[in-house]
């Protein structure tokens, strides 16, 4: 039976990607600002491609440790509906963006193993959303977006104080599966939906969504 899972497409980089994504039922589409990413777009590109975004599509923007010069150039030129903080910003970063710019900031928290997990419980207070994504390797030139899936059963039965997503290496093939492991009411995939870094797939989007929501094929 199908079920509610939200799902995030991150990465989104051309508008045909962007409607295949809504058409399939996606909750919040991510617009990567970080130039290091193959899934990096420019200010003007993530405009073009939010201004057709219907009401009720989540526009998430996702940045590294950027700085209030930075934000400040985003947030004037494109619509959005949430923050992604995915670098290593501190808990007070985190009530600053917020206070700042008044939009909702998801804090992305890697993790790897048991000691990671007291973090989420701090981020839990001040985030209104966590993403539970897996630690980056080191010397990883991305802090997420590498395809890598963590042990799920290590937030297996904890809850947090903020509403959360599971992210990390998650695709059609495991999405069901690492729903019903970890209770995630929320599951966001950028790898997984593509066919070369940084390059979405329809069919792969469509997929994925359905397989996250419990839909056969
Ligand atoms: O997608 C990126 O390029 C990226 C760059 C920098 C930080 C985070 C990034 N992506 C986020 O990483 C997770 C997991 O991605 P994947 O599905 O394992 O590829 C996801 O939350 C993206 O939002």
Known sequence: MANETKVKICGLGTPHHVAAAVAAGAGY???VFFPKSPRNISIAQARDLAVDVPIGVAKVALVVNA??????AILEAVPLDMLQLHGSETVERVAEVKQRYGLPVMKAVGVADES???A???????ADQLLVDAKPPKGADLPGGNGLAFDWRLIANRRWFAPWMLAGGLTAANVAEAVRLTGARQVDVSSGVENAPGVKDEELIAGFIRA?????G
């Open 29 to 31: 589409l991510g617009f």
């Open 212 to 216: 996250a929501q419990g839909e056969a």
């Open 116 to 118: 990671d997990l007291a």
């Open 120 to 126: 989420l419980d701090e981020y839990g207070l001040v």
């Open 67 to 72: 700085d209030n010069a930075t934000l400040d």
